[in-house]
């Protein structure tokens, strides 16, 4: 029966302030179908990056901790209760799970904007909506899937079957902790695994929640389990988990080596990573809108206060365009990146997502300056009265390719602008970076756009845009970027494993 989507409530008819008192945060570790309580007595702080105000602690959890969240999902992953059901079972029971999240997606927004700092507007328009219509892409992907038979002689028969690799760990980043928990681990339930999740013990509560709504919405317990932790502890466990069949990690590429090192310690558990990224938003002179360049530029840099693997921190432009095209990024930064209150529906920028990271930000601003690029926009912090942790948009110009604000992923809202003088040279520039997660050309020269693109490494490359895509095209880097897709039916890959079966027809 087709069913009428429901009406969500516009973001101007919610009281993001008023309501923000009374949201419950789930705090305790969710497995086996519920929220148990923690072995493990160490805890953590989660804080309202806005405010600088503690919200909840939640547990750092233990080895005893690690071990029940794996042996609930092997124990969900041996039984039929999951692998066992057709591809269109599971199907059904996933599309109920997106249905009871997009039922408290006001919820799920408010939740990660108190959470993360990001401004409600894109929590509740973009993250939530995207991360439900993930969950319901892998979901109709699950039955749409065909085994193989193989080429061989006639009296014999060779079938390729694509089968679940078992207990699945996810390990995620602080800045998208909703919807990448769903892009993360749809495709890996759609094929029957089951999964034990760690998001970021800056911003769990959302995961947490996604969990809880997955087994009322009739996913069997066991099948998703959620721990909270800190990486060197928690995750470390988890990495070295001889029971763990596989593991996905996005964050800084230090860590993913530690994953890697990891396996090799344990099971030779199968890693795939999404690291860093030194985006390269190249921008020749006979592209004839630089507005349009310059509010792409702005979003790729600014939105989620710059706390993107795939920001566009590098703006690598033919100096004949140069000093207009800074110009009209700057009034961008001042007119609609100005920090605000998280739950203002204005609001584009918010807060940083620690006091830490906000540290580490203006440490990068201070090399930018002691190293020669010249600040043309923002550099410092912003809204101190509220405690919170803000920057301001800054923009850096005249910066070379060899400097710590052009090498190092910052992961805050800094722009590095380095002129070139032709398009070979900015292919020279965008390739020299141990990260190659996505770029961007912007020509009107079809020829040229298609020449530089095939030239530059990179995981994505967009033409004429910035962060164009959509739940079915493949995300993930080369080099120091790490390897593996999400998204798309090529994350797929990633959580099977293909068996070949021979028969003797003459036997």
Known sequence: MIQTPQRLPLIDEIKWSSRAPSVVLPDRPFIGGGFVDPAATETIDTVNPATGDRLVSVADCNVEDVDRAVDAARQAFETPTWSGLSASERKQKMLSWADALEARSAEIALIESLNVGKPIKFAYELDVPKAIRAIRWFAELADKLYDEIAPTRRDALALVTREPLGVVAAVIAFNYPFYMACYKIAPALALGNTVVLKPSEMTPHTALLMAEAATEAGIPPGVINVITGRGETTGRVLGLHDDVDALTFTGSTAVGKLFLTYAGESNMKRVTLECGGKTPMIVLADYPDLDKVAKSTAMGIFYNQGQVCNACSRLVVEDSIRDELVERIAREAR????????????????AIVSEKQHARIMTYIEKGVDEGARLVAGGTAARNESGGFFVEPTIFDGATNDMTIAREEIFGPVLSVIPIASAEEAIDIANDSPYALAASIW?????RAHTIARRLRAGSVWVNSFNTS??????????????????????MEKFCEYKNTWIELSA
Do not use: E, N, V
Not at 335 to 350: E, I, K, V, Y
Not at 443 to 447: A, E, F, L
Not at 472 to 491: E, I, L, Q
């Open 470 to 491: 959509d739940i079915s095209t493949p995300f993930g880097g080369m080099k120091r970027s790490g390897y593996g897709k999400d998204k798309g039916h090529h994350a």
């Open 443 to 447: 020509t009107r020269d079809i020829t």
């Open 335 to 350: 007119t609609s990146f100005a920090p605000g209150d998280p739950l203002d529906p204005s609001c584009q920028m918010g």
